[in-house]
T-cell receptor, first 113, second 113 residues
């Protein structure tokens, strides 16, 4: 039972354009969501997060949107840069879950110069 | 940089042999986690620790054990390695100041022949 799903294994965009990565979840108890970025042969690095009391959170070129009724979140990268090419994982957790994160399968983003 | 190191970074072993992976942190965070990453599955929690000698199972704990005798070290042991345990293993800590965010080590690539 995949509680967090990233249905697009890969995404290719042109440099300067917007990248939109999507994530769906099924567990209504999730109240905190995170995005991680991973380069080959490195550990995942924390990118941005959002609490369920918000519907949007911005940090520079990165914005995460949360639609609780649809159980859907998305990560927008504007403008996309070649250095953004990586695997992106969304993750979810809930209060009292001792911090255990449930991850999606990941989406590989390629930004073409 | 959350001050997390993992050793070894790469290991090749044979089926049936015991293997121990080490995670070391420099900031004395209370919570530590072991995940494995496999294609199509994202990252899945193996075991976690919420203090010295306090550990609990995650989603994919069968065939693994852990120990934490010091705050800074969290060991993952494969008692008798199998080919299905070929994977990339990541250790993570939860920031005590921001208890929803985890920071990951660089990973250990394990190949079981």
């Amino acid at each position: 039972d995949q509680q967090v799903k990233q249905n697009s294994p890969s995404l290719s965009v042109q440099e300067g354009r917007i990248s939109i990565l999507n994530c769906d979840y099924t567990n209504s108890m999730f109240d905190y969501f995170l995005w991680y970025k991973k380069y080959p042969a490195e550990g995942p690095t924390f990118l941005i997060s959002i609490s369920s009391i918000k519907d949007k959170n911005e940090d520079g070129r990165f914005t995460v949107f949360l639609n609780k009724s649809a159980k859907h979140l998305s990560l927008h990268i504007v403008p996309s840069q070649p250095g953004d090419s990586a695997v992106y994982f969304c993750a979810a957790t809930y209060s009292g879950n001792t911090g255990k994160l449930i991850f999606g399968q990941g989406t590989t983003l390629q930004v073409k110069p | 940089d959350a001050g997390i190191t993992q050793s070894p970074r790469h290991k090749v072993t044979e089926t049936g042999t015991p293997v121990t992976l080490r995670c070391h942190q420099t900031e004395n965070h209370r919570y530590m986690y072991w995940y494995r990453q496999d294609p199509g599955h994202g990252l899945r929690l193996i075991h976690y620790s919420y203090g010295v000698k306090d550990t609990d199972k995650g989603e994919v704990s069968d065939g693994y054990s852990v120990s934490r005798s010091k705050t800074e070290d969290f060991l993952l042991t494969l008692e008798s390695a199998t080919s299905s345990q070929t994977s990339v293993y990541f250790c993570a800590i939860r920031d005590d100041r921001d208890q929803e965010t985890q920071y990951f080590g660089p990973g250990t690539r394990l190949l079981v022949l």
